[in-house]
């Protein structure tokens, strides 16, 4: 409507300029010789007084003040007259032109011939032209319960006037075709005179919805007297290039007709002239008009106006059955035949029908004595058909199910939670390409989530034709879980069985260390004995050589003695042979040191509990590793004044030497071991030594720091470690009624620090030292 609307305005407009443009070349042209003065042709308009008839009349005598000035053959005169003097008017042919409302030209054009109409106003609305009114619809916004047109049902409706078109009639067809009657439907229609009276009586609460029409509430709110947000639209329409929010369908604005007794020329001059309009002149602003333009299409008007019953079509025509034979006889005999037609047709039909139900109760109790879901689709992939099973299965009812598309239902997504795209679906594929498919899908419960399903999906073809498919599924979360549990278990048999290789090579291991051990014990025992000896004859030889020395001193006082002191430079051999001697006695002392370490440490398995030093334990471990630590490290002792505490003393030695083992093994080529003791006190053991060993080694992976305790846990190659000196070091500490923290960085070093009581019950079972006083 709106692209006719813009084709009639932009043709008013070319025709206007024409004659605006040829008028003046035509008035202009030489006159004849012998002027005479015309007599101008005697036109009366008739305006409808819709304001009354003293504004009306002032509203447009600029307009027929404006047609005398520009037309030059006619003489119009202004007469402003209520609808029915209008009527009258026409009827008696005082009346030459008239412009009126849509519905009542309606009433005058089934009354009366007419030529038709020759111009249609142009409004301006808000500054901007409308050649269409329409209406609007209006509540407040926080009333949620009135959203559409069928809430307007019972409600109190405000309207400046039941005769307005924008502000009733065209909001009243709409009602209308929504299955709203006005004003029987609504509990109380008020006729408040204008539409802001209407605007503020739902803004107010008097009225529930307002009827007003266009450019209303673009204007108020324009003015302030509006808020945006205030008032919502009910059943609001979008039309091309139309500039204000409506409810309704455009309705085009009065037109403006001639009576078949005017001379065509006068009509033409007029439709000129009112073509010629600009918007900014004087009778149109008084008019509130923008211009005029060529004839609208009031066929819209004519079928709002045979819905709502209004004037011509308000009259209920007297027709009998010899009219309705005489006007539709061959109609009829055709009903008649097709009536009898259709109802054979529709016995064969209900013959049909009957044999469709019971085929289809049959295969409904097939379907439904299956234990698989079994569902088909059509050939747009709506679901046709689906028995109980699947129903079961997929927690829905037939009602939701059917002529909805199973995809969307069923598994709009993947396992992981992807979005399952219709294209990739195997069952929607077959719909396409007739393939029988086979596999394995995942199905969604709406309340209990996904479950995985085997499915054969399988085309229906008629004719050649693919027309559909059918889908036989069946749950197999059992098996699934079965064959999850199965590889569970496969795969924990398969790592016992490698843990029990691994047990049995540390086994053999630690039997070898305990072998190991064993002879240790006794090679200590057997190298004891004879560092004994070499220590006592050490001492022997060390007081024979000092006599053997005085007497050179003696014999070099002789000459002889002197030339053998000379040759064999006595002062050198004197020095040399002590330090000798010096040296041999502190070697073998090292050596019976460590016989005597490593005897102790063999005896880890003693229960013997002792007061002991927490530095001695350390010297004795690194007296026993120290090959192992002086080629790769320093190492930086910071020993505090201790005191003694009750323990096993080889076993402390057994879990210093595993942590300085551990910290050497971890510096790749060279770097640092820090060892700090102090006496400190604990919130939880009171009087405590604590035991600090920081290493600038590779450090522990943050994966790995919380098993490093576990048996046998080892990140060291095959052979290369057994994963259990730091768990003996765990069962050592807590033996002992300590505790063993770690803290590491990768890349940077680690650090173990172990706290031990002063004051320690032995364990059941253990022999105890006295202790020391």
């Not at 039909?349 to 097939?366: C, I």
């Not at 058909?385 to 829905?396: C, K, V």
């Not at 069952?427 to 419960?445: A, C, I, K």
């Amino acid at each position: 409507m709106m692209q006719a609307t813009l084709f009639h305005l932009t043709l008013g407009r070319l025709f206007a300029g024409w004659l605006a443009l040829c008028l003046p070349l035509v008035w202009a042209a030489p006159a004849p010789p012998a002027p005479t003065v015309p007599v101008r042709e005697k036109l009366t308009l008739g305006v409808f007084a819709y304001l009354g008839v003293a504004q009306t009349q002032a509203q447009y005598q600029p307009l027929v003040d404006y047609l005398n000035s520009t037309l030059r053959e006619e003489q119009v005169e202004l007469k402003v007259l209520p609808q029915a003097e209008i009527n009258h008017g026409v009827e008696s042919g005082e009346l030459d032109i008239v412009t009126t409302n849509p519905t009542h030209f309606l009433v005058i054009r089934n009354r009366y011939p007419l030529t038709g109409v020759i111009a249609t106003r142009m409004s301006e609305v808000n500054g901007q032209p409308v050649q269409h009114l329409a209406g609007v619809i209006i509540t407040r916004t926080d009333r949620l319960h009135i959203r559409e047109l069928a809430d307007v049902r019972g409600k109190v409706v405000a309207t400046p006037s039941t005769q307005h078109m924008g502000g009733y009639r065209a909001q009243a067809y709409e009602l209308y075709l929504a299955g709203v009657r006005m004003p029987d439907d609504v509990r109380q229609l008020l006729e408040l005179e204008t539409h802001q009276a209407v605007v503020h009586a739902v803004l107010d609460g008097r009225a529930e919805v307002g009827l007003i029409r266009e450019g209303v509430l673009e204007l108020m709110q324009h003015q302030g007297q509006l808020h945006s947000g205030q008032l919502k639209l009910i059943h609001p329409q979008q039309h091309a290039n139309y500039p204000f929010q409506v409810s309704t369908r455009l309705y085009p604005e009065w037109p403006v007709f001639a009576l078949p007794h005017v001379s065509d020329k006068a009509v033409r001059h007029v439709a000129a002239a009112l073509f010629a309009l600009e918007p900014d002149h004087p009778a149109a602003r008084a008019a509130g008009a923008h211009g005029y333009t060529v004839s609208a299409d009031y066929l819209p008007v004519e079928a709002l106006a045979r819905a709502l019953r209004l004037p011509p079509f308000d009259q209920n025509l007297d027709v009998t059955w010899q009219d309705i034979w005489q006007t539709w006889r061959l109609g009829l005999i055709t009903a008649a035949v097709a009536t009898l037609i259709i109802l054979a047709l529709a016995a064969v039909l209900v013959w049909l029908a009957k044999r469709e139900r019971q085929a289809r109760a049959r295969l409904s109790l097939l379907l439904d004595t299956l234990g698989e879901g079994v569902y088909g689709t059509d050939a747009s992939g709506h679901c046709s058909f689906i028995n109980r099973a699947a129903l079961h299965m997929l927690g829905r009812t037939e009602a939701e199910v059917l002529g909805q598309s199973p995809h969307l239902l069923f598994h709009p997504q993947r396992q992981d939670g992807q979005p399952y795209l219709e294209a990739e679906c195997p069952m929607s594929q077959t719909l396409h390409d007739g393939q029988v498919r086979r596999g394995e899908e995942w199905f969604v419960h709406p309340t209990q989530g996904g479950f995985p399903v085997g499915y054969v999906v399988s085309p229906i073809r008629q004719g050649g034709a693919l027309i559909g498919s059918v889908v036989a599924f069946q749950d197999i979360h059992l098996r699934k879980k079965i064959e999850a549990n199965l590889h569970h278990l496969i795969k924990e048999l398969t790592q016992t069985n490698s843990q029990l290789k691994d047990t049995r090579n540390q086994l053999l291991q630690s039997e070898k260390l305990a072998a190991i051990g064993q002879l240790a014990a006794g090679v200590a025992h057997e190298i004891n004995n004879p560092v004994a000896f070499v220590t006592s004859n050490l001492g022997t030889l060390a007081s024979y050589v000092r006599d053997l020395l005085r007497l050179g001193e003696v014999a070099s006082t002789t000459p002889a003695g002197q030339q053998l002191a000379t040759e064999i430079d006595l002062p050198y051999l004197r020095q040399d042979v002590t330090e000798l001697l010096t040296e041999s006695r502190d070697g073998l002392e090292r050596v019976r040191k460590i016989v005597l370490d490593l005897r102790n440490f063999s005896r880890s398995g003693d229960t013997q509990w002792e007061d002991a030093s927490v530095n001695d334990c350390l010297d004795a471990a690194l007296n026993i590793i120290w090959n192992e630590l002086k080629y790769k490290c320093t190492l930086h002792k910071h020993y505090g004044e201790l005191p003694l505490i009750r323990c096993n003393a080889s076993q402390l030695s057994q879990v210093f030497m595993n942590l300085l083992l551990n910290a050497a093994q971890a510096i790749p080529a060279q770097g640092d071991i820090t060892l700090t003791t102090e006496a400190v006190t604990d919130p939880a053991l009171g009087r405590v030594v604590r035991i600090t060993l920081s290493d600038t080694g590779t450090g522990i992976a943050p994966e790995n720091i919380q098993r490093i305790f576990d048996p046998f846990f080892t990140t060291k190659p095959v052979g290369k470690g057994t994963g259990l000196g730091l768990s003996l070091v765990w069962g050592i500490v807590e033996q002992h009624q300590g505790h063993i923290d770690v803290a590491s960085q990768p890349g940077q070093g680690t650090t173990f620090t172990v706290t031990l009581p002063v004051a320690t019950q032995a364990p059941t079972g253990a022999t105890t030292a006295p202790e020391t006083a």
